[in-house]
């Protein structure tokens, strides 16, 4: 028995859907057939036409046809998915806080190995994949982990009996380059093999003209190993090693607008220091800057005195055994994965010869109409900004999980696990001044500060560090009942149980204890604050389902389903407070309803879904200004509701031409949410404030009620044309994508002037040549033919320095693409 047969007893539907579909030119008059997907989308190996869930599938040979490299490509083929740096979105379900703390919305399995961190997107263009499903939904009484607005599954090539192998060699633009090798076969009767290596290099797509030097680069070597035993005729076992390193000069911080240049004078009874905007703790480093920002005229231009740079590692190991007794299948699945990652920039965005910090020509009001140059206070005048921002991370993440699936010759089966989770991760964020002088600076004016405490003798502005330990419990089961030979209803249950040991140490400059004041914290005499917090959740979920065949070519199924995240921890958030901030659990009723079918004699294949989620709880991103440094924390939305339809499609217009796509709706509102928005209070009442006048309300509770969900835009779709023939003893084929994602907000607030990302759209072209015994291939590929960089995560201004930063979508890339297999 094995897991494609448990499904047997059902009427197949052999016309894979969407744009999973495996089209391939089959004879010299590139006749089109659709093939047969399966995924392990709900544990059970199981057609994609007949698969109970709204998932898209891209197999290798999907993912060549349409160029899916990296997760910007998975997002133009995947309704309802957005992918942002460190956040995923589903339905507009995501990651809150990428601080520690908080749980990822989306979770992401690689053979069946949950992680928190996205960069298994980024190793190798999916060498060694064999298949990538994107779930919608949530996943909760077959998958080890809560992942409570949809899965992302990577499930590796296995080992093959025979000798095989494929060599790709890559050229494009921006230095782009591609070497990769994978080979396959037996060691011995029992023993295959599979191994694979990859190197991928392009140079930077922003020009630093301080220095010449290029930022926003690529680059990633990957190893992978990986051994099938047959044990014995029942008994098997795998081990897959995986070596993955990243160092490069990332992007320094994209920052569009102009910068802020104008001098603040200060009044001491304002709390309001020479050069420091209120309950703010340093200067703004662009004031009396003699030079525009670059990237204002060009995006992809900065002028900083220090080249960024980030290391990556993770190192990997999969283990899976099973034992297949025909009526059913016992089976384990542990990983352990050791993640490292260090990242620093120049956060001033500008070079020191630039500088305008100039204590001189600051005001300092002694009294009511008696002002003397800051100067007089700091004895210094120019002393140029050098401002680094540190930040690394370092995680071992360890489960164990095993299965009871059964296969019997009966109307009943069932699925069984025992999960456990285990993950203890550190991280440290820092804001650092380089420059001695302005740290003598600061010393001189903390004489001034009311209480004030000594400044970091190293330049420390903000430091935080923080540790935590997250171990998860859960057991599930799910009955499916055959109540007919075409209408299967599945009930599941699943017990979780989190817990979360957290703790946090953070310096703030000037931050200190009022002795009127008893809610402050820290020592008078000491600015460093230590907290520590352990809690614990549990919760019982379920879901109810009914799958329906109406006939070889047509299926339906709806559920009902609730799912759960753990509560956290705003680790690393300085605030007022001795207790660090926890954020309650997140509960879900969700309903959705699918129809699967093959219309006009097989030549139409669609898929369709509509769902509706009742949210309590629902965890939200918020930026916070607390103790006068602005920090990502998240909160709690009391209810919120969303509901949407997608739609897939794959349709033949005739032996040559084909047409793939797809598009989403996703409604999203919250119900009941009350929150402060601390962020757009500080740059109306502050010294950022351009003499606009100031609304008292933006400062108080603001009711949120109506606002959308972030990252959830609200209309997504893309459009395939693939073309195939065959010419001079050559198969042809060509493919030209159109791609559109609708405006959405980055925050709760839904500030059009702070949050909004404008919709985007994208169009991609390749055409390839192959051999007809498909031994060799070569590819012309041109992705974003317009060459726009659209803003893909966009984050709050800086009440420090008022500059907001943005993650943005490549520029325009081409190449060529040559595979070779053996």
Not at 666 to 679: A, L, R, V
Not at 773 to 790: C, F, G, M, P, S
């Amino acid at each position: 028995m094995t897991l494609n047969n448990c499904r047997s007893k059902r009427s197949p539907l052999y016309l894979a859907t969407l744009l999973a579909a495996g089209i391939m030119p089959t004879t010299a008059t590139a006749q089109v057939v659709l093939e047969e997907i399966i995924v392990v989308s709900t544990r059970d190996e199981s057609s994609l036409m007949e698969t109970s869930a709204s998932v898209s599938a891209f197999d290798s040979d999907t993912r060549d046809l349409l160029g899916i490299d990296n997760a910007q490509d998975l997002v133009v083929h995947s309704p309802s998915l957005v992918i942002a740096p460190s956040r995923i979105s589903i339905r507009g379900v995501g990651r809150p806080n990428i601080a520690l703390g908080s749980d990822p919305g989306v979770g992401i399995y690689w053979d069946g190995i949950y992680s928190t961190e996205n960069d298994i997107f980024g190793f190798a263009n999916f060498l060694d994949i064999e298949r990538v499903e994107v779930l919608r939904g949530p996943q909760g009484t077959l998958f080890g982990r809560n992942s409570i607005g949809g899965a992302i599954n990577f499930i590796s090539k296995q080992p093959t009996v025979e000798w095989s192998g494929e060599v790709t060699a890559e050229l494009g633009n921006h230095d782009y380059t591609v070497g990769q090798g994978l080979v396959s076969g037996p060691l011995t009767d029992k023993l295959t093999m599979l191994g694979a290596i990859s190197e991928i290099k392009r140079s930077g797509f922003q020009d630093n003209i301080a220095n010449g030097k290029d930022h926003d680069q690529a680059e990633s070597q990957y190893a992978t190993l990986h051994f099938f035993h047959e044990t014995t005729e029942s008994w098997s076992n795998s081990i897959k090693l995986v070596n993955r390193e990243s160092n490069i000069r990332p992007e320094t911080a994209y920052a569009p607008d102009p910068f802020v240049t104008d001098y603040i004078d200060a009044t001491l009874d304002a709390g309001n220091l020479p050069g420091m905007y209120p309950d703010n703790n340093f200067a703004n480093p662009n004031q009396g800057q003699t030079t525009d920002n670059p990237a204002v005229r060009d995006i992809d231009k900065v002028s900083v005195d220090r080249d960024p740079y980030q290391d990556n590692q993770r190192k990997q190991i999969i283990v899976i055994s099973e034992y297949d007794a025909d009526d059913y299948l016992i089976k384990y699945t542990g990983g352990y994965t050791e993640f490292d990652f260090e990242l620093d920039y120049d956060a001033d965005l500008l070079t020191q010869a630039d500088s305008g910090l100039d204590w001189s020509q600051m005001q300092f009001e002694l009294f009511p109409g008696v002002s003397v140059p800051a100067s007089r206070i700091t004895g210094l005048s120019l002393t140029p900004a050098d401002i680094t921002r540190p930040f690394s991370q370092e995680a071992d993440f360890t489960s164990h999980e095993i299965q009871f699936i059964t296969n019997y010759d009966s109307s009943l089966n069932f699925t069984t696990g025992l999960y456990y989770y285990n993950s203890d991760e550190a991280q440290e964020l820092a804001f650092i001044e380089n420059n001695p002088d302005v740290v003598a600076a600061y010393t001189a004016l903390a004489a001034v500060v009311p209480g004030g405490l000594p400044v970091n003798p190293d330049g420390d502005l903000f430091r935080g560090t923080s540790q935590l330990d997250t171990t998860s419990y859960a057991v599930y089961g799910q009955m499916d009942w055959d109540w007919t030979d075409q209408t299967t209803i599945t009930f599941g249950l699943r017990y979780s149980y989190d817990e979360k040991e957290g703790q946090d140490t953070t310096f703030v400059q000037y931050v200190y204890e009022d002795a009127t004041d008893p809610g402050l914290i820290g020592d008078p005499t000491d600015n460093v604050v230590e907290r520590k917090i352990d809690e614990d959740w549990d919760k019982i979920t379920w879901r109810l389902g009914v799958d329906h065949i109406l006939d070889e070519n047509h299926f339906l199924y709806a559920f009902a389903a609730t799912g759960y995240r753990s509560g956290g921890f705003n680790l690393m958030n300085p605030t007022d407070n001795s207790d660090v901030g926890t954020v309650d659990p997140e509960d879900l009723l969700s309903f959705e309803a699918g129809y699967k079918g093959s219309l006009m004699d097989g030549r139409l294949n669609v898929g369709t879904a509509v769902y509706y989620y009742d949210y309590t709880d629902l965890q939200v991103l918020k930026s916070d200004v607390v103790n006068g440094v602005p920090l990502t924390s998240y909160e709690n939305a009391a209810e919120a509701e969303a509901y949407g339809l997608e739609a897939e499609f794959s349709a033949l217009v005739n032996e040559y031409v084909s047409l793939t796509g797809n598009y989403s709706y996703n409604n999203t509102e919250y119900k009941d949410f009350d929150s402060i928005d601390t962020t757009a209070c500080q740059l109306a009442s502050g010294a950022l404030n351009d003499g606009s006048p100031v609304d008292p309300a933006i400062c108080d509770v603001q009711d949120l009620s109506g606002n959308n969900f972030i990252y959830a835009p609200e209309h997504k779709a893309s459009l395939n044309t693939v073309v195939m023939w065959t010419m001079i003893d050559l198969d042809w084929t060509a493919v030209l994508t159109y791609q559109y994602t609708d405006e959405q907000y980055s925050n709760a607030f839904n500030n059009d002037d702070y949050d909004l990302i404008d919709s985007r759209d994208r169009i991609d072209a390749r055409i390839s040549a192959a051999s007809q015994d498909e031994t060799w291939e070569v590819t012309a590929y041109i992705k974003n033919i317009e060459d726009n960089r659209e803003v893909t995560l966009r984050d709050r201004p800086s009440t420090v320095s008022g500059v907001n930063t943005v993650a943005l979508t490549d520029p325009q890339m081409y190449g060529v693409k040559f595979k070779y297999k053996f």
